[in-house]
């Protein structure tokens, strides 16, 4: 069984940054997409960043030149470093692994920004 953790979250200031960590843990034959998404109060959860076993990256439009997805196979971990952040940035932030047999998800971490 595969289990994603996340950490990074916290409270920010308008502007400032953070960096998000993921990383999967159990058996684990193969990795392919790894994604941030994010749910606000209220509102349906949605892609932030996608980046493929090869490094190709998707991003959601709200987020693009602000944030950026990374990761390490070696590790079996995703990153998000989000830079110039907005309070319209605060919700949970949640992982998500392609593990071939399953999407997995984390337990989300919260992200917060004051104005």
């Known amino acids: 069984q595969v289990h994603l953790v996340e950490s990074g979250g916290g409270l920010v200031q308008a502007g400032g940054s953070l960096r998000l960590s993921c990383a999967a843990s159990?058996?684990?034959?193969?990795?392919?997409?790894m994604g941030w998404y994010r749910q606000a109060p209220g509102k349906q959860r949605e892609l932030v960043a996608s980046?493929?076993?090869?490094?190709?990256?998707n991003y959601a439009d709200s987020v693009k030149g602000r944030f950026t997805i990374s990761r390490d196979n070696a590790k079996n971990a995703v990153f998000l470093q989000m830079n110039s952040l907005k309070p319209e940035d605060t919700a949970v932030y949640y992982c998500?692994?392609?593990?071939?047999?399953?999407?997995?998800w984390g337990q989300g971490t919260q992200v917060t920004v004051s104005s």
């Open positions: 998500n692994a392609d593990v071939v047999t399953a999407y997995i």
């Open positions: 159990g058996i684990i034959f193969s990795i392919n997409t």
């Open positions: 980046i493929t076993r090869g490094d190709s990256t």
